[in-house]
């Protein structure tokens, strides 16, 4: 009763290996670049200081907004020079893990 379980190659920096691969590692989800005109929460949270506004143009590095998660305030920069397109939260609004914040032109 034996069942044959086929090898498959796997290719890690170059070295092909042989191996045997779950079904977990099988079904994930691949990795997608993510969208750097696009901020999106990494935690759940509040909006607590929001400090731009649709049309707006801003520094890399500036604050862009405060949220406050678990108890802990987090101030989230703007990661390039751009001007805000589109701004999709308010202040004092509750927001989810990966719920888009803003979008830059």
């Not at 506004?53 to 949220?67: A, M, R, S, T, Y």
């Not at 108890?71 to 990661?79: D, F």
Request: hydrophobic content about 30%.
């Amino acid at each position: 009763m034996d069942k044959k379980i086929k090898c498959k190659s796997l290719i890690i920096e170059g070295t092909k290996y042989r191996t045997h691969l779950t079904k977990k590692f099988e079904n994930r989800t691949n990795w997608e670049k993510p969208d750097e005109r696009k901020i999106i929460s990494f935690i759940p949270g509040t909006i607590t200081k929001l400090n731009i506004k649709k049309g707006q143009k801003i520094k890399k590095g500036q604050v862009l907004f405060i949220l406050e998660a678990m108890k802990m305030k987090n101030k989230v920069c703007s990661p390039l020079s751009s001007k805000i397109k589109e701004v999709y939260v308010k202040n004092g609004e509750s927001i989810s893990k990966n719920q888009i914040i803003l979008e830059f032109e």
